[in-house]
């Protein structure tokens, strides 16, 4: 089956926004198991409409076509349509009549240009479209009666399968789901149902990570892809079945089976992120948190505190940039300074300590080091980084040699320090990231 | 003149990636006045690029196309465009030269399969590619032999100009601007040159913007845009004129009459940013800065902290989340925090004098607010937020209103504080930002 996305709107051709209706397609294609075949955008013209359907007919079985609905003269999408394929545009009173009562619900009179969303092509159907004024609509344009580009075409017979959805995300979300795969899974054979999840994991690095997982019994009919998203990696697994439920079921007993494998490695699923999920240790054991930054100038903090309700938890941090600040604020003492520089291990230990002390909470972490690109030396090289953390057990430090550029080797450290939170929270090892390029030196 | 960008590659089509090219392609035809018409992205796939180029070629006059030129067997785009308009394909000496001399000066022998990359449809010019072992091609096809995808066509006549450029971005910028909009230019009737900048202000809404410009004199083919890129508003002039010297001339006075209007509501141009630009201002006066944040919660020890080298002016903050921490680490008196609350303005003016004596630093900046989405009271609502700014001159502290969710009003929080720091430095006023949904409540 070759399937094409559509998106209609001239702002989308200067490249200033993200088309993100057009990635959410062709994901949602991919639970039937369709990979889209064509992305094709273009201006809210006539002209370069009908070029596009015409195109789109002749070549694809199914076209996802996105905007282009409402009620202003703008919106093209249906006039076009019907136009290219030669139907006569017919009014569907069930819609002109939910239309009227959308209106009414909000106390409003339907403008007489509204009634133009209630006008369809001949022999399409209409998709209801809960939460917004302009329907969907489905119409299967044969391809017989069409010319493809090339005259003729391996491809000619059959139709071409078309569906019009709103191009505001969350009404195009919901038809998508609701109504279009549905439709596409009972008038095209699908291959196979498909669910797919997201583990985050944060440690370990994709060759590695592959290796780990290379001999789980994953149910047949379940794939595992790989992404890197710095500066996690994400393991995602794919399971393919003749039903939805039996995907699903699937799905579930590989998750179960890779988080039982993986362990502490995997920090979360679909959206969460490490902070939200270490916070949320934090707040279950009752334990509070403050950090001592040099490098990360406030990263970790600015991470921590972009959950809401982190102040539960977080009860701040020292940035401590230059050194007579790490004496003043944190209480490290100027002779260890001298003796061993700000970028030491018995420094990152001191700073972990004096924040543990200076706010009374639980945990302490502290970072310190040369994210770069300049300020390193024979001696201490740009990258060289020493996480710490403090605790009523004691201080654990670890000393790291980052090869990424300034921006990344502080997100790294910065998640570094959060996920040992994390880490001492489960009882887990401290066990440092087993990245691509991060060397334990000692 | 109708333009395409034609994409290739099936990563590009899963969506999980941002096709830049495109947006680049698009961006630099503007500079020659030209509209992309058509956005198309397809696999590696041969009967569906076949598909592809007989469309572009059969409505567009210029077609862009990147990728897909590369050595190994997906790469077919050379192959495929010859095959699709029935030409042959011949080798070009000079490019299988400069192929060998390219893996000469790495001291590596050219491997046979490169041999590929010298080949090209018969009567197409090579364009050099001096940066990458991928040269760049130009052939023009006619349409008369061409039959569009509806039989007859309104553009049927006249020719398509293909241009091929390698898919490394890297390549593919030099390319286009050295060699492909040259081309297009001379091949082409151009209306006229295009040239446009960005300036980047901060604290003026967009409307307000727009009535501050509305009666500058601007040279006589210059039009304004406006652009909102939270926290910032930006204006970007566009000069049109009949060659690219009169093109730039109009828009370095078109610069210079904005900024003259604008005054200190510019802070740069491009690609600067409002931290960097502080920053310089810091270094070049020979200052030192420090913070104090609770509702931004690092955020703008990390944003002036991204700046290589900002350990020169900036010596480091205190998050003081908690009130004890304001107590511990800022001075701040028990009795103001009972009597007034965390959020008040003796607080706000406090942190700052506090961070200012503790790091020893001329300036300091503090913020203390409810960020929300929780938190707030009828007394203390969720956006009320309070920015000090102390320096030997003493103290100004003022109260905002925001209106925006979590994430933006702690981000546009952490801006004011920094530009307040610029305007400082400037000698210009502290005046509230005059933006959409910020309200001054005293």
Not at 27 to 45: K, P, Q, W
Not at 179 to 184: A, D, E, N, Y
Not at 264 to 279: D, F, H, N, P, Q
Not at 403 to 419: G, K, M, S, V
Request: hydrophobic share 40%.
């Amino acid at each position: 089956m070759k399937a094409e996305v559509l998106t209609i709107g001239d702002e989308l051709l200067r490249g200033e926004i993200t088309d993100s209706n057009k990635s959410f397609l062709s994901e949602r294609l991919l639970t039937l198991d369709v990979e889209t075949r064509f992305h094709v955008t273009c201006a809210d013209d006539r002209a370069d409409m009908a070029d596009v359907f015409r195109c789109a007919a002749a070549r694809s079985d199914v076209v996802l076509v996105s905007g282009g609905l409402g009620p202003t003269r703008d919106d093209l999408t249906i006039e076009v349509l019907a136009d290219t394929f030669g139907l006569e545009l017919v009014l569907h009173e069930p819609s002109l009549e939910a239309l009227r009562g959308f209106f009414a619900r909000f106390g409003r009179e339907m403008a007489a240009i509204n009634e133009k969303q209630a006008w369809f092509p001949e022999g399409a159907e209409v998709l209801d479209n809960p939460i917004g004024t302009a329907p969907g609509t489905m119409l299967e344009v044969p391809r017989d009666g069409l010319q493809g580009a090339e005259g003729e075409r391996s491809s000619s017979g059959g139709s071409a399968l078309f569906f019009c959805m709103p191009g505001v995300p969350r009404e195009l979300h919901k038809m998508m789901d609701e109504q279009v795969l549905p439709r596409i899974a009972s008038r095209r054979r699908v291959a196979s149902w498909v669910r797919a999840s997201l583990l985050h994991t944060f440690g370990i690095g994709e060759s590695n990570l592959d290796e780990m997982l290379r001999d789980v019994a994953l149910p047949e009919g379940v794939e595992l892809g790989f992404r890197t998203q710095f500066p996690d990696n994400h393991v995602r697994p794919v399971a393919r079945a003749a039903s939805a439920a039996e995907a699903d079921a699937k799905l579930a007993r590989s998750c179960e089976l890779l988080r039982e494998r993986l362990g502490a490695l995997v920090y979360g699923e679909g959206e969460e992120t490490l902070e939200a999920v270490t916070g949320r240790l934090l707040r279950e054991r009752g334990k509070t948190l403050s950090v001592a930054e040099s490098c990360t100038g406030g990263m970790i903090g600015e991470l921590l505190t972009a959950t809401p309700g982190s102040s539960v938890y977080f009860k701040g941090g020292v940035v401590a940039y230059w050194n007579d600040a790490k004496t003043a604020l944190l209480g490290v003492p100027d002779a260890m300074l001298k003796q061993h520089g700000a970028v030491s291990e018995p420094v990152a230990r001191a700073m972990a300590e004096g924040a543990r002390a200076r706010f009374g909470s639980d945990l302490a972490v502290a970072t310190t080091g040369i994210a770069g690109p300049t300020g390193g030396s024979a001696e201490k090289p740009v990258g060289l980084i020493y996480v710490a953390l403090a605790s009523a057990a004691g201080s654990q430090v670890r000393e790291l040699q980052l090869a990424f550029d300034r921006e990344r080797n502080r997100r790294l450290t910065a998640q570094i320090a959060i996920d040992w939170v994390r880490r001492h929270l489960l009882g887990a090892s401290l066990d440092l990231p087993r990245l691509g390029r991060v060397e334990r030196k000692s």
